[in-house]
């Protein structure tokens, strides 16, 4: 699973509070991701990250902010969660951008609630 | 955003049996990704398609690229307890992969 290890795994916390999760990957990749999954909607991107200190925004970043200050660590933010924000959170890496050759690999994810 | 619409949303198939979903777009895609999610963790690649008309085999499973690269096709043969899971599609455009929205498959013995 390409050394991608996710923490925390679960995460309670009430509407409000900030929220930091964490990616770390050992295997030196340079593209990181952080996807939502909720019922009925699949896996949506947050943000990514081309390298440390460059990231852009997906499909659903309202919300969210991430850091990457260095290659193995990409971090994702919820300044202020809220009960919309309740879902699982995967991490992804690649080596290389989707070119035909490589594709993603995911973390086992963090299930957050916010009550 | 985005999405791929993937059907069906569920299956519930005695074991033994084939299976076959899909997933259907309205744009093209350059690459087709199919994933198998277990419970309690994250999607696995099972196939990657990259041509069209391609047709991939994995073991028990096949996946083929649609000819117009707004589709694609998984079917799962002699189904097994193990296949139990979640069963999402991906297609890459650029620097985008978009997701489908599952398709959950139960197997009885």
């Known amino acids: 699973d390409a050394g991608i290890t996710q923490s925390p795994r679960h995460k309670v916390t009430e509407t409000g509070t900030p929220v930091t999760l964490r990616c770390h990957q050992t295997e030196n990749h340079r593209y990181m991701y952080w996807y939502r999954q909720d019922p009925g909607h699949g896996l949506r991107l947050i943000h990514y990250s081309y390298g440390v200190k460059d990231t852009d925004k997906g499909e659903v970043s309202d919300g969210y902010s991430v850091s990457r200050s260095k290659t193995e660590d990409f971090l994702l933010t919820l300044e202020s969660a809220t009960s919309s924000q309740t879902s699982v959170y995967f991490c992804a890496t690649v080596s290389r951008p989707l070119s035909g050759a490589n594709v993603l690999t995911f973390g086992a994810g963090s299930r957050l609630t916010v009550l | 955003g985005q999405q791929l619409n993937q059907s069906p949303q569920s299956m519930f198939i005695q074991e033994g049996e084939d299976v076959s979903m899909n997933c259907t777009s309205s744009s093209i895609f350059n690459t087709w990704l199919w994933y198998k999610q277990d419970p309690g963790e994250g999607p696995v690649l099972l196939i990657a398609l990259y041509k069209a008309g391609e047709l991939t085999s994995n073991g028990r499973l096949t996946a083929q690229f649609g000819i117009t690269r707004k589709d694609s096709f998984l079917n799962i043969s002699a189904s097994i307890p193990s296949d139990v899971g979640i069963y999402f599609c991906?297609?890459?455009?650029?620097?985008?992969?978009?997701f489908g929205t599952g398709t959950r498959l139960q197997v009885f013995p």
């Open positions: 991906a297609g890459h455009n650029t620097d985008k992969l978009i």
